[in-house]
Each structure stands twice: as structure tokens, then as C-alpha cells.
């Protein structure tokens, strides 16, 4: 049956089932602390590639597009249409964000999918299956964690404010933000942003050359836990452009973040002192 875009219930449901058989095709490759099982191989940038990536790829493309076959198709592992410009409503996937964590036996990996109209995530899923948890949204109607509201941490200075990414920008926020702890890098981006939702973060970095299929699942996630994610200039990602990539990427809550847009373009005004 077709799936409805203005039934909620049935669309996260829906997202959730895809995703876990997903996972599982990814997890039958995966041995924690272990170096993976499946076939990898570099793709033309020099990033590798598993066949796990590929079957998932596969299996996503095939449930997704028979769900809603009007639906455009963006994914790390097809090879880009540019029908897809056109095309109002949208699948936007990363099979398995986090290829090199999940080829290393790291389980901070994820099956991130997201489901765009107009250029704007409606719905979302990050589901991370070697470490047991799940992320979903679906707009106006809440963020899940496991089937649990969440929530983006509000943290204060004297509580202490975790912040992950890249080691640059972090530097730059802890001289101008008080009360940030550095914690180390989370090597999938979907997730990295995603622990701002569910307050495992408090606030979440990408550098720049991010793609859509890395963030646009977080991003619904985030905004119904109540966090932003947005480029460094306080921007909105714009979604489905010819070249699916974006600047350095800012996710946290309301506070936090005008205060880490503040710092990082601080070293950019005139006269300003490191």
C-alpha cells in the first residue's frame, strides 16, 4: 500500500521497519572491536566503501520507492540522477553513515533516511543498530528515542556543556563559549548531530563538505527535540541543490547555539584577537 504522507503514525512506523531491516542486513557484516566481514573497497575520492553499503543501498532504495514511487532518490551509493531536482517530494539516505566506524568494529555507525517536500525534511530516521538505539521524527509530531520523547539538553555553564566535532572549530568555542567540554569525535555524522536530540550532546560541529544524505534525518530529529541546526552564518541547509553539500554545519539549543554562531564568527570580524 502507498504510504500517506498526512498519516503520522503509519509514516514512522513505516520509517522504523525500513530501517531496522536495514540494520540488519549491516549488522550481519558487523563485528565489534573486529574489522568487518564484508568486502571494501575505496570509491573514487579515496572513501571507502563496504558491500554492506551496497546491499543496504539496495534494500532501502527497493522498499522506499515502491512506498511512495513519485519520490525522488538521493543516496551515498547511487549514482546521482538529476531528475531529482525537479522533483518535489524526496528519499534522501545514507546506508551506513559512518562506513568507517562500522568497517573498524566501532558501533557509532547509523542508517540515516530522511523523507524531503519542498527541500525540507518532514521526516526522519537515524537508527543505530550495533549500539540498540533509534531516533525518529516526523514534523509536528515529536522526537523519539527508542519510542521515548526527547529532548536537546538546555545545559548551563556551571552544569557543563558537552560539544563534539572537529578539533578547529571546537578550540574556537571553548575560548569564547564558558563551560564547554570537549568529548571526542563521533565518527558518523547523523549521529554526532543527533546526540544534541536526545541530550547526549549539547552541541554538535560538522565541517564543511557535508552532504545531504549526512544530515537531513538529523536535522527533522533535531528540530522536534527542540535544538537547530543550521550553516555557520545562522543559515537553514538547503536541501536538493545540484551539488548536495554545505558549509560548516551548528546544532544545539536555542542558547547554546546563537552563542557558538557568535564565537565562530568571531575570529572572522575585523580587529577581532585570538
Not at 568494529?105 to 518532514?122: E, H, K, T
Not at 547523523?190 to 549539547?202: E, I, K, M, N, Q
Amino acid at each position: 500500500m502507498p504510504l500517506s504522507l498526512d498519516k503520522p503514525i503509519p509514516l514512522r512506523a513505516f520509517l522504523r521497519e525500513t530501517a531496522e531491516e536495514a540494520g540488519l542486513i549491516a549488522l550481519a557484516h558487523f563485528r565489534e572491536g573486529l574489522v568487518t566481514t564484508a568486502r571494501t573497497w575505496a570509491k573514487s575520492g579515496g572513501s571507502p566503501v563496504t558491500e554492506a553499503d551496497i546491499a543496504v543501498d539496495r534494500l532501502l532504495r527497493q522498499r522506499l520507492s515502491a512506498a511512495l514511487p513519485e519520490a525522488g532518490w538521493l543516496s551515498e551509493e547511487t549514482t546521482d540522477d538529476p531528475v531529482r531536482l525537479g522533483q518535489r517530494i524526496m528519499w534522501v539516505v545514507d546506508p551506513i553513515d559512518g562506513t568507517r566506524a562500522f568497517a573498524a568494529g566501532d558501533p557509532r555507525w547509523a542508517v540515516a533516511i530522511a523523507l524531503m517536500v519542498d527541500a525540507r525534511p518532514i521526516a526522519g530516521i537515524v537508527h543505530a543498530p550495533a549500539m540498540g538505539a533509534s531516533y525518529d521524527a516526523v514534523r509536528g509530531h515529536g522526537a523519539l528515542h527508542n519510542g521515548r520523547p526527547m529532548h536537546a539538553a538546555q545545559r548551563s555553564a556551571r552544569e557543563g556543556r558537552r560539544i563534539a566535532g572537529p578539533k578547529p572549530e571546537l578550540d574556537i568555542i571553548a575560548r569564547h563559549v564558558p563551560g564547554t567540554q570537549p568529548q571526542p569525535k563521533v565518527p558518523s555524522l547523523a549521529l554526532r548531530l543527533t546526540f544534541v536530540a536526545d541530550g547526549s550532546l549539547d552541541l554538535g560541529i560538522a565541517s564543511a563538505h557535508a552532504h545531504d544524505w549526512d544530515i537531513a534525518a538529523s536535522d527533522i530529529v533535531l528540530s522536534e527535540a527542540g535544538a537547530i541546526l543550521t550553516e555557520a552564518d545562522g543559515s537553514h541547509p538547503v536541501y536538493n541543490k545540484p551539488r548536495p553539500t554545505h558549509g560548516i554545519l551548528v546544532a544545539a539549543a536555542p542558547e547554546l547555539h546563537a552563542q557558538a554562531l557568535a564565537a565562530i564568527a568571531a575570529p572572522r570580524r575585523p580587529g577581532h584577537k585570538a
